[in-house]
């Protein structure tokens, strides 16, 4: 799953989607108990205020929707193509649910309007960039209700947007209060290491220049500065993330002012495949943070939707528990 570089200033959106879920009154008050077939709500996301199901049957999903609804819960009819690596990273039961639903296209715009539209989808749901969406919205909207986000929107405003648009207020419910519970008790455990701790976060990636790092500030460790409290650097308001600066290898030995370093390791705690280069520099091992068990790997197998957090959360949880006490 991916991890996304959000800009942050999401606000806007955060609050459009806050203000999401406004009922209309088409149906009745003599309507049957759970007959909600032929009722509709409206929803308002980047693309204005739509009209959908409130009983959605037949869901597409392009884009970012997808892992983020499957995860909530949902059974999309129709989907785009994920990467191997991010369906490596879901439940075996959530990788069945995307296999079942049929597959559209590589991405937004690869995708098949024609076979879309075979599927007779009572709602789509979509994520992707804009650029590529305006000149799909009309004919999206032509085949059924549309709800689309642009790729700033704030993952929890997101989540929400989902859940109403799709029906699945309940399943995010569970996972709302399971995040709550697990912030809760790693403030609980480790507030006097989050109040003295200064934390730097590493990355590495794919597309990583050879012999380079970044210091990332965005994706999980999001979650880590604004629920938890960690201090880890950040950029400025209105300035370009960290992470998208590639820094060479001999500046590592300037995390030395840090009392902790954080970086990515796979489901099995190994350094991420990106990331191994760095671990075996001996910049790296000279680090003190590293030599003295300060240097913890995290897993963040994605931030756009609560289940990857909260695997997130432990993780982190159990990192921390293996800190050392501070000289």
Avoid at 64 to 91: H, K, Q, R, Y
Avoid at 127 to 140: A, D, I, M, N, T
Avoid at 147 to 152: A, D, I, K, N, P
Wanted: negative net charge.
């Amino acid at each position: 799953m991916t991890t996304t570089p959000r800009r942050r200033g999401s606000a806007a959106a955060a609050v459009l989607l806050s203000a999401a879920l406004v009922l209309a009154a088409c149906g009745s008050d003599g309507d049957a108990a759970g007959d909600k077939a032929g009722e509709t709500h409206s929803v308002t996301a980047d693309n204005g205020t739509i009209e959908v199901p409130v009983d959605p049957q037949r869901v597409v999903t392009i884009g970012n929707t997808t892992l983020p609804f499957i995860d909530m819960g949902g059974e999309p009819v129709g989907v785009t193509d994920v990467s191997a690596s991010e369906l490596g990273l879901i439940p075996e039961d959530q990788r069945t649910t995307f296999e079942a639903g049929t597959s559209l296209g590589a991405s937004a715009d690869q995708i098949d309007l024609e076979q879309l539209a075979g599927l007779e989808p009572d709602l789509i749901l979509a994520q992707f960039p804009e650029s590529e969406f305006e000149p799909l919205e009309k004919q999206l909207g032509s085949i059924a209700p549309t709800v689309f986000w642009g790729l700033g929107t704030e993952w929890k405003a997101f989540a929400d947007g989902l859940a109403q648009a799709g029906n699945l207020t309940d399943g995010l419910g569970e996972q709302k209060a399971e995040f709550e519970d697990k912030i809760t008790r790693i403030q609980e455990t480790y507030g006097e290491i989050i109040d003295d701790t200064s934390f730097v976060n590493l990355d590495r990636w794919a597309s990583s220049d050879p012999g380079t790092f970044s210091i990332a500030d965005f994706g999980c460790v999001e979650i880590a500065q604004d629920d938890i409290g960690m201090d880890f650097p950040r950029a400025a308001e209105g300035e370009d993330p960290l992470g998208w600066t590639s820094l060479p290898f001999e500046q590592l030995a300037e995390l030395s002012e840090y009392d902790v370093i954080t970086y990515p390791v796979d489901a099995e705690g190994r350094p991420t495949e990106p990331f191994a280069p760095v671990v075996e520099t001996n910049t790296w091992k000279a680090l003190p943070a590293v030599g003295s068990g300060r240097a913890l790997g995290v897993f963040c197998p994605g931030n756009n939707s609560y289940g990857p957090v909260l695997q997130y959360l432990d993780s982190l949880d159990a990192a921390l528990a293996t800190l050392p006490a501070k000289e």
